[in-house]
C-alpha cells in the first residue's frame, strides 16, 4: 500500500449505473486493485468500515477511486419497537460523508432488543403498529444521514399471526409515506415464496417497481421443514441458482436495465468464479438494454 | 387483540440464545401451525454468526483448542456475554476474560494470554492512522531535555504482558512453521503490538520495557518511565527500550515539558 494519508483523500458524489456490481470480500481487496476488473460497483457492509482506521479503510479509499460505490447496513435494526441506535446512525452518516456512496441501504427486518445486538435479520409482523414504526424509523434515517435511503424485502422462515397485510402492501406504504426507495432482493422473493407458499412469480407482478434502485442475487442453500417440505437458507455461500436466475430475468423485463449485486458472503470462491457470475448478471442487463433499444426504435 | 410490536419481540428474542426457551406462540408455518424447525433456523443463524465472529478474531486460539472445543467453548460466550452493538468489530473484547473463568479450559493456563495478544493484534488493525516519528525526528533535542520529554504514542500501540511463554505460542500458531513443545517454565513474554502503516507489527519487549511503555502511554516524563521500569527489573535498558520504541514505530509526537 502507498504510504499516504488516506483520511485526506475526498470522493465526489459518483452514482451507480444500471450495471452488475459485487460485494466487497477482503479476500479480493489485492485481485481487484492490482487488475482492476471491469464491474459496474463495488457494495460493502457499512458495519465492517466502522473502525477508527486500518487495512479495510484503505482498500476501500482505494477501490472507491476506481468504482462507484454502494452502502449497505446490515445492523441498524429500523424494523425493532425499541428507538433506534442514535450512536449506530451517526456512524452511518460519517460513512456516507466519508465514501460519498451512490446507494445506501438496509433491511426491512430487526436485529437489536433490550440492548442485545442477535446479528441476524429477524422477521416482522405486518401490521399497522410495526408500518407505523418501520416509517418512523425511516424518516428518522434519512432526515440524519441526509438522504434517500432503500429498503430491501427480506428473506423469511416463518409467519406471525399478527400479520395484517402482505409484505408488498406492507413495502408499498412504508414508500409512499416515508419517500425511500425499495431494494428488491430477488433470491430472497424465491426463498421467502418457497417458504411461505405463494408465487414468486406473482410477488414480482404486484411488486411497486417504481421505487425499486436496486437488485439483489445470491445463492440460497436447502433444508426441509417439520414436515419434510422444502424450506430454503438465505445463506450467500453458493452460486446463483437456475430459478432465481430466471426470476431475476422476469424482474428485470419489468424494472428495465437496474444496478444488480451479486452477493456471496460465505464460502467465498476465488475471484474468476465471482466475477463470471457477475458476467451472467451483466449479460442479462445488456439484452434488456437492446430490447429497451429496439421499443424505441419501433415507436 | 393483536399483541403490540414490542410484545412479538420480546417473546421471539428470548428465545433465539437459549434453545431451551419455548418457541414463540405467534410464530406459525404457512397453514398456521407451529413450526420450532423454522424457528430453528433463527436461532441457528444467530448463534452460528456470532460464533464465526468470535472465531475469526482468534485463530491461534482455535488451532491450539481445536475447532470442537472451539465452538464449544465460543457458543457459552456468546450466550454468557452476547454483542450490545452492531459493530461486530468490536465484539469479543471479554472473550480472554470468559476464558480465564472457563473450567474445561483450566488445563491450559495459558491460554487467556494467547487471546489477549489476538484480541490486541485485532484493536491495532482497526486502529485510527497515525504518522510515526522516526529517529531524525527526534535528533534535535537537546540532552538537557530528556528528563522532561514525554511521547505521544502511536493510537494503536498495546502492550500484552503474560506470565507464560505466550508471544512465543502465539506465533508458532500463526505461522505456518512446526508446532514444537514449549516449556511453560521459561519464563514470561510481554509483546508490544503497534500497526504503523498497513501491517501489525508484534515484538517482544525487553526486560522492564512493558512498565517503561505504560508509564509514558500515561502521560509519563522518560525519567519517569526510565525509573519506575529500572525499579520493575534491574535489567531495564533504557537507550535500547527508547530506541525499539522508535523503530516500531510507536512514537508520534513529543513534547518538552517544565
Known sequence: ?299 | MLRSLSEVQAEFAAALLDPAAVVPSDVADPEGKPTPRRFAVYRNNVTVGLVNTVSGAFPAVKRIVGDDFFTAMAIAYVRAEPPNSPVLLEYGKGFADFIDGFGPAGSLPYLADIARIEWEWHEAYHAAEAMSLGPDDLAGIAEGDLPTLTFSLHPSLRVVRSAYPSLTIWRMNTSDDPVVPVDLGAGGEDALIVRPGAMVNVRQLPAGGATFIEILADGGTLSEAAERAAESDKGFDLSASIAGLIDAGAVVGYSIGH
Open chain 1, 1 to 299: 500500500m502507498p504510504h499516504r494519508d488516506v483520511n485526506a483523500i475526498s470522493f465526489g458524489p459518483r452514482s451507480v449505473p444500471p450495471r452488475a456490481g459485487v460485494g466487497l470480500k477482503h479476500e479480493h481487496y489485492r485481485e481487484i486493485i492490482d487488475t482492476l476488473p471491469d464491474v459496474g460497483f463495488f457494495e460493502v457492509h457499512a458495519e465492517n468500515y466502522m473502525g477508527a482506521g486500518g487495512p479495510p479503510h484503505r482498500y476501500l479509499t482505494a477501490i472507491r477511486e476506481s468504482y462507484p460505490l454502494s452502502l449497505h447496513g446490515v445492523g441498524l435494526s429500523i424494523g425493532a419497537a425499541r428507538p433506534l441506535d442514535k450512536e449506530h446512525l451517526r456512524r452511518l452518516k460519517a460513512l456516507n460523508e466519508r465514501y460519498q456512496p451512490g446507494l445506501f441501504s438496509e433491511h426491512l427486518a430487526w436485529s437489536t432488543h433490550d440492548s442485545i445486538f442477535y446479528n441476524d435479520l429477524l422477521p416482522l409482523p405486518y401490521n399497522e403498529d410495526a408500518l407505523a414504526r418501520v416509517a418512523d424509523h425511516i424518516d428518522e434515517v434519512q432526515e440524519t444521514v441526509g438522504r434517500r435511503m432503500l429498503l430491501e424485502n427480506p428473506s423469511t422462515y416463518i409467519a406471525f399471526l399478527e400479520s395484517t397485510m402482505s409484505e408488498i402492501d406492507f413495502l408499498k406504504d412504508v414508500a409512499r409515506r416515508t419517500g425511500c426507495g425499495l431494494l428488491l432482493d430477488v433470491n430472497n422473493v424465491h426463498v421467502s415464496a418457497t417458504n411461505r407458499r405463494f408465487d414468486p412469480f406473482d410477488y414480482i407482478d404486484a411488486f411497486p417497481v417504481e421505487h425499486v434502485g436496486e437488485i439483489h442475487l445470491a445463492g440460497y442453500e436447502p433444508e426441509h421443514d417439520d414436515d419434510g417440505s422444502p424450506l430454503l437458507i438465505d445463506a450467500h455461500n453458493r452460486p446463483i441458482d437456475a430459478a432465481v436466475w430466471a426470476l431475476y430475468e422476469h424482474t428485470i423485463a419489468r424494472t428495465g436495465p437496474m444496478p444488480t449485486l451479486v452477493e456471496w458472503d460465505s464460502n467465498v470462491p476465488e475471484w474468476p468464479v465471482l466475477f463470471a457470475e457477475l458476467g451472467r448478471a451483466d449479460h442479462v442487463l445488456a439484452a434488456s438494454r437492446q430490447e429497451v433499444k429496439h421499443a424505441a426504435f419501433a415507436e
